[in-house]
Nanobody, 121 residues
Framework: EVHLMESGGGFVQPGGSLRLSCAAS????????MGWIRQAPGKGLEWVST????????NYADSVKGQFTISRDNAKNTVYLQMNSLKPEDTAVYYC??????????????WGQGTQVTVSS
């Protein structure tokens, strides 16, 4: 069965950095685009970033563009999210997701359990 396991979340001060990791198993990792989706307190789900199967193409939400970097290591079945210059509004539960092509975009079929990121002074 498919498993996605996030790690690397925690508490950080504004301006700090964190790197999230997502270890994947139960499927052919490099057949899937991967991504990150977050949910801030009291808010809905927000797409953050996606990366293509090979890792040669990335996309970012306007809210994190230039601040976050998504990457993947297909040999390790792992996807990463490097988060720099963190702001309080980045506080959220971050979910690692698989991506598949859909009519109007990407279908996020499989989700990890989420990891909490808290940005506060």
């Amino acid at each position: 069965e498919v498993h996605l396991m996030e790690s690397g979340g925690g508490f950080v001060q504004p301006g700090g950095s964190l790197r999230l990791s997502c270890a994947a198993s139960g499927f052919t990792f490099d057949d899937y685009a991967m991504g990150w989706i977050r949910q801030a307190p009291g808010k809905g789900l927000e797409w953050v970033s996606t990366i293509s199967c090979s890792g040669d193409s990335t996309n970012y939400a306007d809210s994190v563009k230039g601040q976050f970097t998504i990457s993947r290591d297909n040999a390790k079945n792992t996807v990463y999210l490097q988060m720099n210059s963190l702001k309080p509004e980045d506080t959220a539960v971050y979910y690692c997701v698989t991506g598949s092509p859909g009519r109007g975009g990407t279908w996020y079929r499989y989700w990890g359990q989420g990891t909490q990121v808290t940005v506060s002074s």
